[in-house]
């Protein structure tokens, strides 16, 4: 039988069959994967598999095939920092769920979730949550954010996850489409899926009072189906979003904002920093590319590590 991966729990998949019935399925054995792909986990949210029936009346399987990903998206594994760990597979969207406070997300996490993301070829959105708790100084941070991204090609959503009145145009968005949703413990991610998914109830705690750091509430990736069509796939907040097999000579070409003026460096292997002629320098200098952005791809380039 064939079927869409709805969750994974590291050892047992729960997979949608044809005909909406869901099947208990396990590994054994040795799996057709593709060995390309070296993760720490060989079946992930989102994949189609091929699997034997194992008992019919408690409904479970065997998984034996993973069909082909078009794409799909990866973190550092939590157990490995040299291998990859595969979120979820056959996206159409990629959304990161951010907060200016309790919690803050960095720009730098920002800035990683965005260049896995196009280096995957995964289109992406930045949602901006908890608008309304926002203060003043808040909130003019939350303007800059909108125009570093923006500048950058991105669109970015403030929403309050409690308040469905600003989640609409995000709703219209994600309509029809299979749309990761990715963030920080504690910035409302659960909430969200809660009010687009009516009737999952997924739970969902209160940032640390002491630390400001949200707490873990998604143990495993979970796809949830739209009532107004389309697929959201839960994932595990994440502390950090390390970067895996990038070349330093590469990594600008997942900045968009940067990949369009690239033809224009002086050299080809110009990587942005001290080589005269650099486009890339000269769009910081035009107010074409946003300093941060560009502080925030040195900051990068200088933590991959150079590989022999």
């Not at 709805?6 to 050892?11: A, R």
């Not at 896995?116 to 949602?127: D, G, K, L, N, Q």
């Amino acid at each position: 039988m064939q079927g869409l991966v709805y969750k994974s729990t590291g050892s047992w998949y729960a997979v949608r069959d044809a005909e909406g019935g869901f099947w208990d399925a396990r590994i054994k054995g040795k799996l057709k994967i593709d060995e390309e792909i070296s993760s720490t986990n060989p079946v992930a949210v989102g994949d189609t598999v091929v699997f034997d029936i194992e008992d019919d009346r408690v409904k479970t399987g065997i998984i034996k095939e993973v069909r082909d990903r078009h794409n799909y998206m990866v973190r550092v594994s939590p157990h490995n920092k040299n291998q990859k760990h595969i979120i979820a597979s056959n996206i159409d969207l990629a959304l990161l769920v951010t907060s200016i406070a309790d919690p803050r997300t960095s720009t730098g996490f920002i800035d990683r979730f965005l260049i896995t993301a196009e280096a995957y070829h995964i289109p992406s959105i930045i949602v901006v949550n908890k608008t309304d708790l926002l203060k003043t100084k808040q909130e003019y941070i939350l303007q800059r954010w909108q125009k570093i991204y923006s500048m950058a090609g991105y669109e970015v959503y403030p929403v309050a996850a409690t308040d469905p009145g600003t989640l609409s145009g995000l709703a219209g968005t994600i309509k029809n489409k299979t749309t990761l949703f990715s963030g920080h413990s504690g910035v409302g991610k659960s909430t969200l899926i809660n009010t687009f998914v009516p009737g999952i109830s997924l739970k969902t705690k209160v940032v640390s009072g002491w630390s400001g750091k949200g707490q873990h509430t998604t143990t495993f990736a979970e796809m949830f189906l739209l009532p107004g069509g389309g697929k959201i796939i839960d994932t595990p907040g994440v502390k950090e979003f390390g970067l895996i097999d990038f070349e330093k000579w590469e990594l600008s070409q997942y900045f968009p904002e940067m990949r369009i003026v690239l033809k224009d460096c002086k050299f080809n292997n110009c990587l942005h920093i001290n080589e005269p002629g650099c486009a890339v320098k000269q769009g910081v200098a035009d107010n074409r590319i946003s300093e941060e952005r560009y502080v925030s791809y040195v900051s990068i380039l200088e933590s991959i590590e150079k590989k022999w």
